[in-house]
């Protein structure tokens, strides 16, 4: 069993030593690749580098949340900013010799005793188990003001910013169904709620009913602005009609996986676009794993951090049933 002798460290480049183990392919370089640095994969390498494995974690340093201004629903990490989060995160694994490198992972392939895993710079890495922690990435609406503002008046959880604007005007940005459901949600934070549809809705008279008996006004007028000031949003401006004050938009305009590897990989996917997982992070895909919001689990920190937990555990124990075979 690998036996840990140098701090895991950031960097920009990587020294796994070929090594032979039960009669595996000498090539093997880690016992686990982990794809994604956020707190999916970060959990993951935690667990598995007190397993003394040997684990390899890589990341482009682009987190979902990157725009916030604080994570929410973590106990002990409530607030925190998510960079602080992650740096927190790294620093813990220092005493584990788990190495983690600024670099993407742009193509993995099933072979003999594992996987070659191939980097953006041209270079093979090869490990006996592969997890997928890449995430997803919200499709911000095409309005102006939108992007700039993401994070900073414009969300898609209330769980993580429904808080924040209790009591206070609120938008939800869509021209679906879900749009209607989060809509309704949100009544939980405040009572006063408006669905901007973007134009002509598809919704139907019973579901037109339901928002109005509970109070949410539907407007079907284009939006041509999100206005504000210092990246507080103030209000919504629209192609004909007055101006509506709202403190928060909210939007469910779908995402999309932060990577194709799960793709590619042949993983099953299911309607939503996340990857289908079994309750210990395993996928279709023997030796594949995958934790967070790529998975089809609840889309919170914790729920992230908690499933790379479950798949470091499942990795551990398929090691463990080939090196005692």
Avoid at 112 to 132: E, H, S, Y
Avoid at 164 to 186: C, F, H, T
Avoid at 230 to 253: C, M, W
Avoid at 302 to 325: P, S, T, Y
């Amino acid at each position: 069993m690998y036996r840990p002798t140098a701090p895991a460290r950031w960097h920009g480049g990587c020294s796994g030593r070929a090594r032979q183990r039960g009669g595996l392919n000498e090539a093997i370089h880690y016992d686990a690749i982990i794809v994604g640095g956020g707190p999916a994969g970060l959990s993951a390498a935690l667990v598995l580098g007190r397993c003394r494995r040997r684990v390899l974690v890589c990341d482009t340093g682009s987190p979902r949340n990157a725009a916030s201004r604080g994570l929410h629903g973590f106990v002990t990490r409530d607030g925190v900013l998510p960079q602080e989060f992650l740096q927190i995160a790294r620093a813990e694994l220092e005493q584990y010799a788990v190495e983690v490198l600024a670099r993407e992972v742009v193509a993995a392939e099933p072979e003999a005793g594992g996987f070659a895993v191939t980097l953006g710079d041209g270079r093979t890495l090869r490990c006996r188990k592969l997890l997928l922690a890449t995430g997803v990435v919200d499709q911000i609406p095409e309005i102006p003001g939108a992007r700039e503002m993401y994070g900073r008046g414009v969300y898609h959880c209330p769980y993580c910013d429904g808080w924040e604007v209790r009591d206070q005007p609120v938008a939800v940005y869509g021209p679906g169904v879900d749009a209607a459901k989060l809509a309704l949600g949100l009544t939980t934070w405040t009572r006063d709620v408006a669905l901007l549809t973007g134009g002509k809705s598809r919704l139907r008279p019973e579901r037109r009913a339901r928002l109005a008996r509970n109070g949410v006004a539907v407007r079907e007028d284009r939006i041509v602005a999100l206005e504000g000031r210092e990246d507080i949003l103030e209000r919504v401006v629209f192609a004909s009609g007055e101006p509506l004050p709202r403190r928060a938009l909210f939007f469910r305009t779908g995402q999309h996986q932060r990577s194709r590897l799960a793709e590619k990989l042949g993983c099953a996917l299911n309607r939503k676009g996340t990857v289908t997982t079994n309750r210990l992070s395993g996928t279709c895909v023997p030796g594949v794993f995958c934790a967070g919001d790529a998975s089809d689990d609840v889309q919170l920190v914790i729920v992230a951090a908690a499933e790379g937990a479950k798949a470091a555990f499942a990795i551990n124990h398929e090691l463990q049933r080939e090196d005692l075979a």
